[in-house]
């Protein structure tokens, strides 16, 4: 994969500076030089045109260096920073040049911008009843890019709708791929309006859990050196965060105890479920220390992921 050229922002702005120099230029220069030719000339004729058409390339060529410009100051982000949505730029480039627009059609039908807005607004009134769940979408789309509830590369829950990593944040839709490698596409409206989980932020890694029952005649102070002592050797979880024991539950028919365990990220949190459940059968079964007969609780609380504040 090629990396990105350094140069190539600098490069772009500086052409965008010098096409609205020399456009300037010509436009300030088109008018003496055809008024310096024969009245009789044909040229003459097309003053106001070329001298419109002119001013209406430099504030295109406005816009982009604008566009470009601003593009770049957003697009610089600290270490730890998360990139601006792309919806956003879109947004900006869509805004700036619908503006330019306006102003040449302004200059080419002699029409104050007023009137070119009253008539452009019933168009999109129209327009907008016709593909009015389009519009939804795509507002959706700009409302989320502005609240930024998640991005590209996080790991989502969208309640009825799916989990998954966010593969693109598009206008209308929103690409999710899941655990199984599944191609999910969902409409933004949609999105807005329900739960949203962000298991990447603030950050990547989370707290899972996973319960069982130990006899009672084990002491609780042996078992939880058992259980730290299985786990010390785990490569899965993350290992800056050692696991924890805790006791949930004391009664005749057993101990109940939850380890408390750090997944670098949600698409691991099974390899690192089952690493747990194998390391701890793994040392029970060295000591010859049988599980409870009481019904044990589903092993881990949550579906995908139940992050709870660390300890």
């Keep these: 994969m090629k990396s990105p ?10 052409r ?3 096409r609205v120099i020399l456009l300037l230029l010509a436009a300030a220069c088109a008018e003496p030089l055809i008024q310096h030719l024969p009245a009789e000339h044909s040229l003459q004729a097309w003053l106001e045109p070329v001298r419109n058409t002119l001013i209406a390339l430099t504030i295109f060529a406005a816009a982009q260096l604008t566009q470009i410009l601003i593009s770049l100051r957003l697009s610089q982000r600290r270490k730890g920073q998360r990139p601006v949505p792309k919806v956003l730029l879109d947004l900006l480039r869509v805004f700036l040049f619908a503006f330019a627009t306006l102003v040449a059609l302004s200059l080419f039908f002699n029409r104050d911008l007023s009137g070119i807005l009253t008539g452009s607004g019933l168009v999109l009134a129209v327009l907008g009843f016709a593909i009015r769940n389009v519009v939804a979408d ?3 789309g700009i409302a989320l890019g502005i609240e930024a509830p998640f991005r590209m590369g996080d790991w989502v829950r969208i309640e009825t709708l799916g989990q998954g990593r966010v593969q693109e944040i598009g206008w209308r839709t929103t690409r999710l791929v899941t655990r199984d490698s599944t191609y999910m596409i969902l409409p933004n ?3 807005s309006r329900q739960r949203i989980t962000n298991f990447s932020a603030p950050r990547k ?5 996973a319960d069982l029952i130990l006899p009672v005649d084990l002491p609780v102070a042996e078992a939880k050196a058992l259980i730290c002592a299985a786990l010390a050797g785990a490569r899965s979880i993350v290992e800056e965060r ?3 024991v805790q006791v949930v539950r004391y009664g005749p028919q057993g101990i109940s105890y939850r380890v408390k365990y750090w997944v670098p990220q949600l698409d691991h949190e099974p390899l690192c479920r089952d690493e747990v459940f194998s390391l701890i ?3 029970l079964r060295a000591r010859d220390i049988p599980f409870a007969s009481a019904p044990v609780a589903p092993p881990c609380a949550h579906e995908g992921a139940l992050r709870e504040d660390a300890a």
Excluded: C, G, K, Y
């Design 5 to 14: 050229d350094p140069s190539a922002p600098r490069t772009s702005w500086l």
């Design 16 to 18: 965008a500076s010098t």
């Design 138 to 140: 795509t507002l959706s």
């Design 189 to 191: 409206s949609q999105i």
């Design 205 to 209: 890694e989370f707290r899972d859990h």
């Design 242 to 244: 050692p696991a924890e």
């Design 281 to 283: 059968d793994l040392a």
